[in-house]
């Protein structure tokens, strides 16, 4: 681990139980702006073999060249993709980095308890939601914006990592997560509709100011990080289970990339899950 605390690449990582989570940087890349520098989303109009580049080198960082990259395309959905047994793995250039990958279709959280892969999933201010249970050593990783929060994709997530209908032995109690950097409360406001969809998804008792304040007619802001704790809560994940990395990536655009810090036209940083 003490390669990922020195390495600027990564902005943030834990160990928790018998897997990881790491969260990269925009620096340490190849990539011209307005994806300077360390993108890597191939999706957004970046070089590809920027980051291709880009993606070899974190995956050295993390010293997971031997593993597996899974990926999914993203669509703020509610769509899990578990890989629990081992599965045909696609190698060709062009779409992932120049090692094995597998590529899934539509889904926003990868659930897997195979050591030998890698869960990568690409963000500019979405919250991702990390989630172990430690007897089971099965480990998820989701990408929740608004329309994903409001589908619940944490607590979809759950179900395969810890929920009642895993396997007995495991269960949300056990469960323990981590939700990294992403947009914050202070700079992520919404209008009538975003916030009435993602409010509706925990009790009325919890919809207090450290979630929702009204800023101006017909504006509110939202703590999406928090919603996201709230229904995994809801859910049967004990409080004390559960860290909020206290990060705002549009107030630190400097160190992530951040569509709405900086427009569409931006990069993506990774969050990557693995079993050890
Ligand atoms: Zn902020």
Redesign the pocket.
Known sequence: MRRLADSPLIAEHRRVGPAVFAFTSRHGGISRPPYDSLNLGLHVGDAESAVLENRDRVTEVLRAQDRIWVQAQQVHGSGVACVLDEVIVLTCGGLGPSHDYLQYGKADALVTSLPSHLLALFFADCVPVFMVEPTAAVVGLAHAGWRGTARRIATEMLAYVGGEDAPAGRGPERTRVVIGPS??M??YEVGWLVMRSVLATIPKERRDERVVRRTAFGRWHLNLARINALQLIEAGVPEARIEIIDR?T??EKGTFFSVRGEGKVTGRCGAFAWLE
Request: proline share 0%.
């Open positions: 947009v914050g202070c700079c705002c549009c107030c």
